[in-house]
Structure formats: C-alpha cells, structure tokens
C-alpha cells in the first residue's frame, strides 16, 4: 500500500470504531477490548448516538447495515425500516396537498431501528442488548455536556419542536434551547433504553411503548390502524446478501432496495467508463463526471425505484454493466446535462459509524430520524422521537414504484458500503445526509480507489453536492452544485463554463460526516478516519 494511504489516519493493530461522536467511540472502543464483536461495538455505538444525537437517530428511527462474520466469510446485509399506517392512502389524503406533511403523526412510519437491533444482537453479537446499551442508558440517565453544534440544531428546529408539548419539555425547558456546556440528562429515555434492551423488540412492537404511541396517535388523529407494529414485529425484515459491483478489480458491496446503495454502484459502473485515476480529483474534468454520473443514476432512482415487495423493481438492471455503459455514453465532457430535475436538498440527519475487530468482523452501521428531529414527536412518557419518513419520500402519484399504499415501506435514503480486495475486507464506510450519501460516498470511493486517498485524507478531501435529489419536498428544483470554497477557484469557474450552475458554501460546510476503517492487506495495520465536520473521532487498540 502506498504510504500516502497513512497520512492523517488513525492506526490501530487489533481492533478499531469510528463515529460521529466522542461518546460513542468510547463506548464501542471498550466493548470490543471486553471482547465484544463488530457487531457489539456498533449497537454500543447505536445506544450512545441516540442519546447524544437525537436530532439524528433513535429509537424511533430506522437502521441498515452490512456486516462481515469472520468465521463464516458471511456478508450479510440487513434493511429496518417500516410502513406508514394502514389508514393512510392516497385516497384518503386525496385534495390534501401534493406530499403528505413533513411533521407530526400522519409523516411517521413504523421505525424499523429496535428490530435491527434485536436481530443484530442475537445473530452477530456475544455481550448481549443489556450490555452494548448500558453506555447509552447511563449517559441519558447522567446527563451530557451540550455542545454548540447541538444548541444550534434545536434553535434551527424550533418552530417543529415547539408545535409538540413532549417534544417542548425536552429542548426548551429552559425557554431556550439547551446551552452550550450544560448538562442534558433524559431519565425518559434513559428509562426506555433499559426496558428495551431488557424486553427486546416486542417491549416496543407489542408492549408499554407500542400502547403508549397508540394512545398518542388516536389523541393526535393519525393513521395507524393498531397492527402496524405488532405485523412488522412478526413480519420482520430479512437478512440478504448485498448488491455488488467490480469497479477496477474491487467488489464493492452495497445496501439494498429500499435503500438507495444501488445507486452508488451506478455510479461506480459509470465512472468505470473514464479514467478517473489519471484525473485531478479537485478539477474540473472529475468533478463534471461525477456529477452527471450522478444525474444519471438518480434519474433511475427516481422514476423506477420502489418496495419491490409492491412494485417489482428489479434492481439488477440498473446495476449491470451494459446499463452503466450506454449511460456513460450520453455524457458530454464538455457540457453539463439538462435532465428534468426530480427532487432537492437534505440535511444531515442520519449518524453512520463502523466497527472492524481483531476476529476479523467487520461492520457498517446507519441508523436515521429522516429529516432532523424526525417528525417532532415524541411519545410521552418514553423520551423517543419519531422519525418522519414517510412524509418525506412517499409519492402521492398513483402507479408511481414509489407511491403511498398501506403495507409499503418508502424508499430510503440509508446506504452504506464495504470494499472486498481479493475477496478479503479492505474498507467499511458511511456518512449521513440523506441525498448526499450516495454523492458523497461515491466520491470517497473514488478518492480511496482511484487515487490511493487514505479514510481521512478522502473524509477531509473538499466535498460537493449536486442537487436536487430524491425528496419529494423539492420536486421540480432547477439543478445546482454547492461546493466548498476550498475548491481551486479554476475548478468552479470551468465547471461553469461547462454550464452547470455553482454555489460555494464554507470551507467545510459541504455536509455529510463520513466514518471509515481500511485494512492494509500488505500489513494488516487498520486505518481509521472520522469526518472533521462532525464532532466525532476513531478510536483504535
């Protein structure tokens, strides 16, 4: 490996964890030096980030992952995500508006995150739930020093969490946001935590909590019939093998449908056309072909992606050579596309981490709310916020793959990825932010494959976003890219001139908070990089 690939990267010999949150790699740290697997380190990790990004994940929200068991040579993937309420159709919302409400009960969906928790935990764990959660419940029942970053989302949402009285008490119990520096205990949560880690997926899918989100819901006029959660809990989510894809004798493996992965391998496929080694990663000429292979490949996404259990999306098409290929001849090098925008900006909403132990098993790990703080409710009496997915990716188009019907999860904007090098491990990764996450995970692939970038030289390298994407809050936005100004001001003005519309956006307020760990398959010596635009770290033994 080249010795480039260590600059700035932590490095560790047995084991290693990186998230977007000190906390959080410390408690994922110390299960693995109990002895704990990948798989234990990242439910650590998963309990710590719901009590100290609430804005971001929870309870309430839904998770993916993909996960290698070194015993087996078994990589398997796992989708948690749910369907909105059985009374919610497209019909009954008729004459309401053209998406259904980005907040309160009627944009909530079943959250899949406590199921993929529980089924994590039993087939891939050795500590047990009580154990991987005891970090998260200690700190909510403790309390934690609020960062500013913090103070400034609750402030940003605060016309969302004021509209709801549970919510209110939690964040503006001050009259204000939480301050800088003060300490935010949440015994609620930190109570459900425990009965959950105790009683497993059927204390939320059946039990005290379940009972309390129906009473909540009914007062609140939702659209849940009341077997919404048990039939998820009975009819849960299955283990897969995921997508793959060879880009440039790397298998690249990738989340499925209803997860958007696969339009990272699209992408991939299409890049595969050009010689992206032989280009300047910070000019023009890369950026432009990343960008219309963007386009391409989130044109398919939005007009034939969809719950295959209700729409048939057969997803191989997409990902095949042949279709990359007749894509990647439409792109002129010269001119930027004028394909019929489809979609607009997310946010940062979602935390992704990743676990690598001395066994040889290996994790990537996404658990989100949707938009920040979700849907702004919160079940009384629990402390958990729910998310609001079906609000933001439900079509309400009848025979659209991706329109509302009871039963039907939306489509997602969770991925994450693992590289095989020789079959073998070579880099577990992930980043928040919604529509970014396929833009900016194929740009840290391309970072790390084709010009030999290390985890932390690709999360820190200047990131762009070309939008609009897939939420359907922003249908019909004309296209623009935002870059950071620490792209050469001769890339921006060529990329102009190519025609595509450019907005510069501070020096790292690209977005995104990428987590990665590469082995070095000459040394076996793990690398670990953790976005420096999230307050997070890795953590290494």
Known sequence: MDNKRYEGSLMAKTGMVASAHPLASLAGIEILRQGGTAMDACLAMASVTTVVLPHMCGLGGDAFFIYREASTGEIVALNGSGPSGDLLTIESYGGKGNILPQDGIISVAVPGAPLVFEMAAKRFGRLGLTKCFQAGIDIAREGYPVPPQFSRFVAAEKEKLSKFEETRKIFFATGGPPKPGSILRRPDLAATLEAFASGGAEYIYKGPFYKAFQKMQKEMG???????????????????RPLATDYRGYTVLETAPVSQGFIVLEELNILEAFEMGKTDPAGPEAIHLMIEAKKLAFSDRNAHAGDPAFSGFEVSRFISKEHSRRLAARISRTAASVQEPSGAESGSDTTSFVAWDGEGNVCSFIHSNAFAFGSGI?????????????????????????????????????????????????????????????????????????????????????????????????????????MESRFPEETVKALREKGHTVRTVGAWAGGGGAQIIMKDPATGVLLGGSDRRVNGMALGY
């Open 222 to 240: 939702g659209a849940f019939s009341g077997e919404e959660f048990p039939r998820y809990l009975n009819e849960p989510p299955r283990f897969y």
């Open 378 to 482: 919160t079940v009384p009496g629990t402390g958990v916020l729910l998310n609001n997915r079906a609000g933001r990716s439900f079509v309400l188009k009848p025979g659209h793959p991706n329109s509302l019907m009871p039963g039907k999860r939306p489509m997602h904007t969770l991925n994450c990825y693992m590289v095989l090098k020789d079959g073998e491990p070579f880099i577990a990764g992930g980043t928040p932010g919604g529509d970014g996450q396929p833009q900016w995970n194929m740009q840290m692939l391309s970072l790390m494959l084709d010009h030999e970038m290390g985890p932390q030289a690709a999360a820190d390298f200047p990131r762009w976003i070309s939008l609009p994407g897939t939420d359907v809050i922003g249908l019909g936005q004309p296209f623009q890219v935002q």
